[in-house]
């Protein structure tokens, strides 16, 4: 009697593409369970620092040098630092600076940051931290702090000058997406025109048509990434300021530049991988490595991603979604491979999407308001939980999600026929687990390729795991459901079928 074995489809999680042939080592349903090497597993939850009501993109955490930061949607929120607190076991919310002392931050200005509210809106927010010096910024708004040029440390949020995303790379500030915070006649422009009138030893850049699809990048150690953008620095710099001389320096060395990216259109994203940062906008992809005291750029794809928040991962690989619902990864050697599964993520992109990524599992949260996909090593399954957000701190992987009400584990494999158009019977199916009494199983079947699904319904599986079900078809997908998914696991499902008898259900 032949046998259907479906530990690589448990391995291998959802199908990547929907026309592929039957008989395929693939699922058509993973809720509430992790693909792994060793079968399907359930979602594991993070660990939320303290209960917030949650609206997926928000709230988002940032795990910084010197600062925990945790962004609301603007507007109906604000920014506030989630700091450790040395007398408990947990991360606590403090408004910004309260732990000044205890991470020997220099002198904090009167009245810090904390909790700020911003009316321009915005969607996810980006952070780039050299831990003395940070920025946030969401597509509409900035919030930072930075050695100021004629005090110690200054928290400042501005609505009017803002780039569309930040990153650090290597002590490098890395800005793209500039009109917010140059056009014609800006602070930006005149300081840097006044600078050169002054000395005359630099030679002139016309900056008057830098906009959306510019990167910048600062000097190492990034004192200089904010001079240019606002007024109030260039004063101190333009009337002899003591760091006039650290700029021209820069200036003259190539310590800082810009560079416009292959596509005529808005830079969306920039994030650090390898020895480089790569840009990301609608329409293309582009990579900057670092080359001495400047970068060089190579266009990576003539295509882009979907939104501001659709790009995760680290410096060693990304995994971002393209305006047209498929998947792809970047690995720093900058080899591209696609992944697929438009079919799953095209119904997504009506909504916000964020991919955060959870570095201890080196798994992927795929996620809108209404669905979240775990990218794992061997493949996709389904979040019982919408994760806003995922960060690494003291070991832990901590976020942010909203609670699911669904607490089932649901497996159903992809069409299978066992390459022949005949009638066959399935005797009965096994499920290898832990605990088969917990699950159940259903077959689906149908004679003809074009219907639709007949079922048989769920039947409970026995204590040896033997599934007691029967069903005839030419063609035929086979289940799997706890109503808990928390511990279960599911190592293998083998079907039993037999070619020669038929039968009623």
Known sequence: MPEVDFKDALKNGLRNDEYQDRNISFLTDAYNARPTRNGASPFIGLTQPFTYSTAHPFPQLFVGKRQNLVCYESGSGGIEDLSYNYSQTDLVLQPLGAYASERAFTAEPAGPLGPVTLSAGGGPWHFADHGESWMLTNGQAVVMRVPAITSAVTYFADETKFPLTCCSLNGRMILGGLAGLVSGNTAFKNAYGNLVTTTGSIASTDLADIDDSYVYWSSPGSDDFLWFFFEWMMTDI????????????ALSKNLFGFQQVPWQDA???????????????????????????????????????????????NDREHVFVTPKGQLYRLKADLSLEFLDYEEILDDMLSQQITISYNEQRREYYIA???????????????????????QSHRGVEMGFFETATDTEMRLLSDTFDLGTRKVKTIRHFHI??????????????????????????????????????????????????????????????????????????
């Open 238 to 249: 333009r009337t002899g300021g003591r760091k006039q001389d650290l700029l021209q320096e």
């Open 432 to 505: 290898t687990t832990d605990n088969p009494t917990d699950f159940s199983g259903i077959i689906h079947y149908r004679t003809d390729s074009g219907g639709a699904f007949s079922n048989t319904g769920y039947v409970q599986a026995f204590a040896d795991g033997r599934i007691p079900l029967r069903a005839s078809g030419t063609e035929f997908q086979v289940g799997v459901k706890c109503d808990v998914a928390s511990g279960k696991r599911v190592e293998n499902i083998v079907v039993q079928v037999d070619s020669k008898r038929r039968v009623s259900v």
């Open 267 to 313: 830079v969306w994203v920039t994030k650090p991988l390898g020895n480089g940062f790569v840009a990301y906008g609608e329409h293309g992809i582009a990579y900057f490595r670092q080359v001495g005291k400047t970068f060089e750029m190579r266009e990576i794809a003539t295509f882009g991603i979907a939104d501001r928040g659709c790009v995760g991962g």
């Open 368 to 390: 809108n308001a209404s669905v979240c996909y775990i990218l794992t090593e061997t493949g996709l399954g389904q979040s019982s939980h919408l994760v806003t957000s995922c």
